[in-house]
């Protein structure tokens, strides 16, 4: 009896190190690496994270199928990685859950992007998204991805890490490049704030709360990518029936599906209520109204779209006397300070004047404004589809929402 409390304590002791060794995790290396090589230590740092979270052990990591009464690994889907400056979710998703998949198949099940089927059998949703970090024409550019991996049932933050990864292809989704405005609104927001929390915060509510809607419209995203609009549509219609949020990104997808459809009447009604989401949750109508490289004139392929965009804006702003409306006219980072802010400035002009010609009273309510590559989004000046979003002329409001 004397010697209990010796080996008592030396046991406590072995427990406390065990306890410690297995809640670290194989540090990440510093340096940039390849697309394939960084995903691939990304998927490992979260597969080790939750194998040695209170998830990991053996009772916890899986389940009794209901069907086969057979144990099954526990599943995760992917919420889509985001590129940051874009806010759009990226075509490299698809390679993105493949390498996650094989990566950690022996501690979980990646049931694949969250659409619907998936993100109801899983129990855990893993979210991400790329920024640009370094600019190095001789390199290629350096980006930083950010990953997590959340409970569904309590959006609890299992396991959080990210990493350095040269030249990834940020290139957005189909649905995302045809769409009208650019989605930096609060459901954005929302998602950059959870990707950004460490094991043990929550994540944002909003965000948790909208993951059913958010799996409908990735499910439209994936539809719309296999040129399969009608069915796409269908699932963005499903979506605009919940009440939880999403209205800005449900109106998009519903849209651009339209216009593919070429349901214009119909695209024209939803694109009157898509600027006022637009308005209400961002101040500013981010219009993807964009030119080609030294053009002051907007892409002629897209001229009837545009001609939706002008004359809905400009019955909205004559609606409301006390509004006022920004015209700001931006450049890709090519050529010369001087050269690129007077062509901003004139593809300001060129949008006023075309604006005005289907509603002449808005000419004293509007002033324009060119920014040259000032507030470039994506900012590489490739000067072709992935930076053709600091091409574009935005809209900023006051006072016109009633």
């Known amino acids: 009896m004397p010697k209990f409390p010796k080996y008592f304590n030396m046991f406590l002791l072995t427990m406390t190190v065990f306890h410690l060794v297995s809640c670290a995790h194989t540090p990440i290396p510093n340096r940039s690496m390849d697309f394939e090589e960084g995903i691939k230590v990304l998927a490992a740092s979260l597969g080790e994270q939750l194998e040695k979270s209170s998830i990991g052990n053996l009772l916890n990591k899986v389940v009794i199928n209901p069907m086969t009464k057979r144990k099954q690994l526990k599943k995760i889907v992917i919420d889509p990685f985001i590129d940051v400056e874009s ?7 698809v390679r993105i859950a493949e390498i996650m998949s094989e990566e950690i198949k022996m501690r979980f099940e990646v049931t694949g992007q969250m659409e619907p089927d998936n993100l109801e059998v899983s129990e855990y949703v893993l979210n991400g998204m790329v920024t640009l970090e370094e600019k190095s024409k001789k390199r290629g550019n350096v ?14 933050v299992l396991a959080s890490a990210s990493v350095r ?5 940020t290139t957005p989704k189909d649905i995302y490049k045809d769409s009208p405005v650019y989605l930096k609104g609060k459901s954005y927001e929302q998602y950059a704030s959870s990707v950004k929390k460490q094991p043990n915060e929550t994540v ?11 799996s409908m419209t990735v499910k439209g995203d994936m539809l719309y990518e296999d040129k399969e609009y009608k ?5 963005y219609s499903q979506a605009a029936k919940s009440q939880n949020g999403l209205q800005l990104e449900v109106l998009n997808g519903q849209f651009t599906n339209l216009v593919k459809q070429n349901q214009w009447e119909d ?35 897209k001229a009837t779209l545009y001609n939706i965009y002008m004359k809905e ?5 004559a609606a409301v006397p006390e509004c006022r409306i920004k015209i700001i006219g931006h450049s890709s980072r090519t050529g ?17 004047k075309q604006m005005a010609s289907y509603v002449p009273e808005i000419i004293n309510q509007t002033e324009t404004i060119g920014r040259g590559f000032r507030e470039n989004i994506v900012g590489t000046g490739k000067d072709d589809i992935t930076d053709e979003i600091d091409r574009r002329v935005e809209f900023k409001f006051s006072h016109c929402m009633r």
């Open 204 to 214: 944002e509510k909003d965000y948790h709360d909208t993951l059913t809607v958010k």
């Open 336 to 352: 010369q300070v001087a050269y690129n802010d007077n062509l901003s400035l004139q593809r300001s002009l060129w949008i006023k």
């Open 87 to 93: 806010g759009y979710p990226v075509k490299a998703n």
């Open 143 to 156: 980006y930083k991805v950010f990953a997590t991996v959340l409970e569904k049932s309590s959006g609890k």
């Open 267 to 301: 695209a024209e009604s939803v694109y009157a209520q898509l600027i006022r989401a637009s308005i209400a949750e961002t101040s500013q109508i981010s219009s993807k109204i964009t030119f080609a490289p030294n053009s002051v004139v907007p892409l002629e392929s």
């Open 231 to 235: 069915k796409s549509l269908s699932y």
């Open 313 to 317: 804006i400009a019955k909205l702003v």
């Open 165 to 169: 990864v040269n030249r990834f292809d």
